[in-house]
């Protein structure tokens, strides 16, 4: 047919396109183990929209027949096909964040501990599960020194080229966070005491065929000649 694409045209449109990229993730998480989908449909609660996240895997990692308890990792992934860099700005935590939680780690339980003060009173104190269970010792996220606090991309601009944000999260974070509240739903949840109970560990995370860098802000000296000095306004 007159101004059909060539078998290379056609490769080179798939290739860019990012489906490959989407089938070699895939590939990469069954070899290790995990079971896989891809192109996985979920409704967008907040627009009444049917999407979709581009490869689920999953994974049992702990099990205990007994108590009728298992422990799985799932994780989400989006991918991005892209020639542009990826750009995170980083700085070193404060105090406040060393000792804050993640908010997306969700437990089940609470951890107490009573102490009896006699004459039928007691007192206690709450435990924070992340803490109790040793997240804040192997969690990377936490355990580093640094946190990212801006993220761009680097875009052509003309003949030169742009950072920009417009629109990134979006395109990639806001996408990620419905389809984690659409899993979430989907799981498993026992109603009576003889049912199976689950702890579900969700990683959303985002491919990409892009270059990554970050920049330690900590790590920059000032250079003060550059910064505009306005003249005062006092006579």
Known sequence: MAGSPSEDEIMAAIEASGYLM??????HLERRG???RTNVAFEDAEEGKSREIDVT???????????KIGALVELL????????????????????D???????????YEYKMTKQLGAGRSTHRTFPAFNHLGFDKVFD???????AVQFCRVDRN??????NHGGLYDAIFYPMAKALNARRKERPKGARPEDWRYIWLYFPLVVTSGELFLIDTSAMSLD???LITFPSSAS
Do not use: Y
């Open 22 to 27: 989407e089938q070699e993730v895939a590939t």
């Open 224 to 226: 003060l000649s550059r």
């Open 34 to 36: 995990m079971h896989v």
């Open 57 to 67: 895997s999953i994974t049992r990692v702990a099990v205990d027949e007994e108590a």
């Open 77 to 96: 992934v989006e991918c991005k096909n892209s020639s542009n860099p990826f750009v995170f700005i980083a700085r070193p935590k404060n105090e406040a």
């Open 98 to 108: 060393r000792r804050s939680q993640p908010e997306e780690f969700v437990f089940p």
């Open 158 to 163: 003309g003949k030169g080229w742009h950072a």
């Open 141 to 147: 996220a936490h355990v580093r020194p640094w946190k």
